[in-house]
């Protein structure tokens, strides 16, 4: 693979998909992250910018420590851990696959928020993938879709992962008959003006997008607003908030997620290349 004729990330991967590629891609930047490959289609995603299917599984409760540390001792090849999670009976093989499609989503989402630093390819890691994996374009237009529906609902979604949401009490009028759904509630319990939609993703066990999207909603509600203040390592923005059209209590999942863009300062195949912005 010419890894230094990309302009960006998504043709990159485009690129390794004609090549049915297996390996892996290290992508620079904040929040950065590890794209897993399997014959070229995306297999997992690893960003510090969203949850991962570990921590969706396991700080969601949906299985517990004990036997998820007991499945890993005995079947020590993470590729392989999927099918023993199954075969234990933690979990079924059509939720697994959701929860681990899902999570390549939201980490291509997470990482597309932020302007990406270069790349490098390396050999295939272990990873919990899902299967078969998802193909590189449908990441790249659902990650689009996903940044142009936040950003017209509230503004840059970049922004949006930086706030910090103060829970509102005894103020503004909640829409009449309108109840909150158990997700709503449960995302509301958990702001408290310290945590950003990141925190809130990861203290959940849920995914960025969807807690992103259930704030907006919860604000419409007025139940909770922003911090001005602005999160460490972070400047505050100048530009107009555009005004907000909430999007459906209970909006559909997306199918797909996009990642990140840049253009590349050469190098050779294996080798750092440029970035890109936005997945």
């Not at 590890?34 to 570990?54: D, K």
């Not at 999927?82 to 979990?91: C, D, E, K, N, R």
Request: charged fraction near 20%; charge should be positive; aromatic fraction near 4%.
């Amino acid at each position: 693979m010419t890894a230094h004729a990309a302009r960006n990330v998504p043709a990159l991967l485009l690129g390794l998909r004609d090549e049915g590629f297996s390996g892996t891609v290290r992508v620079s930047g904040h929040p950065g992250g590890t794209i897993h490959l399997r014959n070229g289609l995306v297999g997992a995603i690893e960003t510090p910018g969203a949850p991962t299917v570990t921590s969706a599984l396991l700080t969601s409760g949906r299985i517990d420590d004990e036997a998820w540390l007991a499945v890993c001792a005995t079947e020590p090849d993470v590729d392989r851990l999927g099918g023993h999670l199954v075969a234990a009976g933690l979990i079924g093989a059509a939720e697994l696959e959701v929860v681990c499609a899902a999570a390549v989503f939201d980490g291509a989402f997470a990482m597309a928020l932020s302007p990406p630093g270069s790349w490098e390819l390396s050999d295939r890691e272990p990873a919990l993938v899902t299967e078969p994996g998802v193909e590189p374009q449908q990441l790249t237009e659902e990650t689009a879709r996903r940044v142009a529906l936040l950003s017209r609902s509230w503004g840059a979604p970049g922004e949006l992962t930086r706030v910090r949401p103060v829970a509102v009490t005894g103020s503004g009028p909640r829409r009449p008959g309108v109840r909150l759904t158990r997700r709503h509630q449960g995302v509301l319990d958990h702001v408290n003006g310290r945590r950003t939609p990141r925190d809130l993703a990861f203290a959940l066990g849920r995914g960025l997008y969807a807690v992103m999207l259930d704030l907006i909603r919860l604000e419409a509600l007025h139940l909770v607003r922003w911090d001005t203040r602005a999160a460490p390592d972070s400047r505050p923005s100048t530009a107009p908030r555009p005004s907000r059209t909430p999007p459906p209590t209970d909006a559909p999942a997306p199918k797909v997620v996009p990642l990140p863009k840049r253009r590349p300062r050469g190098g050779s195949p294996g080798h750092d290349a440029a970035p890109r912005g936005g997945s």
